[in-house]
């Protein structure tokens, strides 16, 4: 079972308006989120971070949202710039072990 | 420091062998991470290392699979009896607990290819 899950495979969106992107998660044990890039044949980069007690985290152009009653949170890129052309996975953090459970990520391409 | 270092990039091997990657990850991090990554699917946990305890695996992780991390610093995944299904991206990261921050670090990921 997907605790974690992103249902848009793919998004293309054009350069300088906003890339929003989805996250769904099922387990209420989650207790941080994080989002990762990453770009072919490279490992995932973390982007931005966002605890379970806050409902927003800004950083420049990215923004994440946190809606706990809707285990629910997205990614708000703006304005968007061909260079963040990537997947990007939504991730979750539970536990002691503080293991990351990912999405299945969302290919994001911004067109110039 | 450069960030998390994995060896080799690349690994293409025949079913049956055993293959072994290396991590070393950023020094001052006590925790490492194995990640595995197949095609379409975000990383998969497979186990993890407080220092040089092995504190928790993954029931992905089969007896075929064996990490360790002597001393603390570098880590490394032996896979024996290589299968087809093995061929995937394995990642390591590391972090550092009590940080402020709890993301983890990756590194660039070793492609396995069992052929």
């Known amino acids: 079972d997907q605790q974690v899950k992103q249902n848009s495979p793919s998004l293309s969106v054009q350069e300088g308006r906003i890339s929003i992107l989805n996250c769904d998660y099922t387990?209420?044990?989650?207790?941080?989120f994080l989002w990762y890039k990453k770009y072919p044949a490279e490992g995932p980069t973390f982007l931005i971070s966002i605890s379970s007690i806050k409902d927003k985290n800004e950083d420049g152009r990215f923004t994440v949202f946190l809606n706990k009653s809707a285990k629910h949170l997205s990614l708000h890129i703006v304005p968007s710039q061909p260079g963040d052309s990537a997947v990007y996975f939504c991730?979750?953090?539970?536990?002691?072990?503080?293991?990351?459970?990912f999405g299945s990520g969302t290919q994001l391409t911004v067109l110039p | 420091d450069t960030g998390v270092s994995q060896n080799p990039r690349h690994k293409i091997t025949k079913r049956g062998q055993n293959v072994t990657f290396r991590c070393d990850p950023i020094?001052?991090?006590?925790?490492l991470y194995w990640y595995r990554q197949t095609l379409g699917q975000g990383p998969e946990f497979l186990t993890y290392f407080q220092n040089e305890a092995q504190l928790e695996k993954s029931r992905l992780l089969s007896d075929r699979f064996s990490a360790e991390r002597p001393k603390g610093s570098f880590s490394t995944l032996e896979i024996q009896r290589t299968e087809q299904g093995d061929s995937a991206m394995y990642l390591c990261?590391?972090?550092?607990?009590?940080?402020?921050?709890?993301?983890?670090?990756f590194g660039q990921g070793t492609r396995l290819t069992v052929v």
């Open positions: 020094s001052e991090h006590n925790r």
């Open positions: 990261a590391s972090s550092l607990v009590g940080g402020i921050n709890t993301e983890a670090f």
């Open positions: 991730a979750a953090l539970s536990g002691s072990a503080r293991q990351l459970t």
């Open positions: 387990n209420s044990m989650f207790d941080y």
